[in-house]
């Protein structure tokens, strides 16, 4: 999910001529001082013509919310990988840089008092911290192969503003002044911006529907929860599309045509969302990916699907309400 849903829910909601069930209206209040104990796990699996064992990995991080004259505050600090998840056969010094690249995962983020995404706390300080923890775990590579050159292109500000956009909508940004029915699907299909290229849109549709509303407590009191369900498709040719483009011109001297060698991609994703409605506040992200990429190798073709999972749980410190 890359857009804000609020507003299309709102205007699908007016169509609907149905009022028998209950309706849920989500606002955005985050009290200061927040404090949750955030563990993060994703699971990636390939299946196909070159298959992989899944790899589980393990992040554990703080988040923790302040009040501003005019924003909130939302930082994340005390990121560590849980090592015991990684692959045995790591090396030690791969090891660490994972560890230190786990300290750069989450910029702090500025958040407008309605729950909007601003801009990342300080954008330049946190770009240099990422390009200069690259081009020093890749310093060994030969030139031509640095990832420098490619994070030049990527991750300009702008771009870092647009995932960390990206990565608040998952649990918060989306919903906030959306009201929905329970058990009522809403289907929507708008132009969509990828979250590393500026300026390229693509044909999304997503279904949305609040499917139940689950029991939760925080800080010893009993929480009014949603669980949001989300199935998001986007437009394939479309996609492919914009993803060719990308690879030709960070690839511009490759020997194969990349367009000719893929025959076609499918991306799916879906999401699980329980959360409060007052406050949106998340309790458990679930995420599932599926792509499916079939390319051609002269006159074979093979077939390579990934999967990713993910879930995150959030373990909340006592707060004020």
Request: glycine letters at 4%; aromatic letters at 6%; charged letters at 20%.
């Amino acid at each position: 999910m890359r857009a804000t849903y609020s507003v299309l829910i709102s205007l699908a909601a007016g169509l609907l001529c149905s009022s028998a069930q209950a309706q849920v209206a989500l606002t955005f209040a985050w009290p200061d001082g927040l404090h949750a104990e955030v563990t993060h796990t994703v699971t990636r699996t390939q299946f196909g013509s070159a298959p992989r064992p899944a790899v589980t990995m393990t992040t554990l991080y703080d988040m923790k919310a302040s009040k501003r004259a005019n924003s909130v505050l939302v930082s994340f600090d005390n990121m560590r990988f849980n090592m015991e998840s990684l692959p045995p056969s790591l090396k030690d010094a791969d090891r660490q840089s994972i560890e230190q690249f786990a300290q750069l995962v989450l910029p702090p983020f500025v958040i407008s008092p309605s729950g909007e995404f601003l801009h990342i706390d300080d954008a330049a300080a946190y770009r240099t911290a990422v390009l200069t923890q690259f081009a020093q775990t890749f310093s060994d590579l030969p030139d031509q192969r640095n990832p420098r050159m490619v994070l030049g292109k990527l991750l300009s500000e702008e771009q870092l503003n647009v995932m960390a956009r990206a990565r608040w909508n998952q649990p918060v940004g989306s919903w906030s002044d959306a009201t929905m029915e329970v058990g009522e699907a809403y289907d929507l299909e708008f132009r969509n911006s990828l979250p590393i290229l500026s300026g390229q849109t693509v044909t999304v549709h997503s279904s949305i529907q609040i499917k139940d509303e689950p029991p939760c407590t925080r800080g010893g009191q009993a929480r009014r929860c949603v669980r949001i369900e989300v199935q998001t498709r986007p437009n394939q040719q479309e996609l492919q599309s914009v993803l060719l483009a990308l690879f030709k011109e960070l690839s511009p001297n490759t020997k194969t045509a990349i367009p000719e060698m893929i025959e076609s991609l499918d991306f799916e994703e879906d999401l699980e969302l329980i959360t409060e409605s007052e406050g949106l506040i998340p309790h458990v992200l679930k995420t599932s990916k599926r792509i499916v990429v079939t390319a051609r190798n002269g006159k074979e073709s093979a077939s390579i699907t990934r999967m990713e999972q993910t879930t995150t749980r959030y373990r909340y410190r006592d707060t004020p309400p």
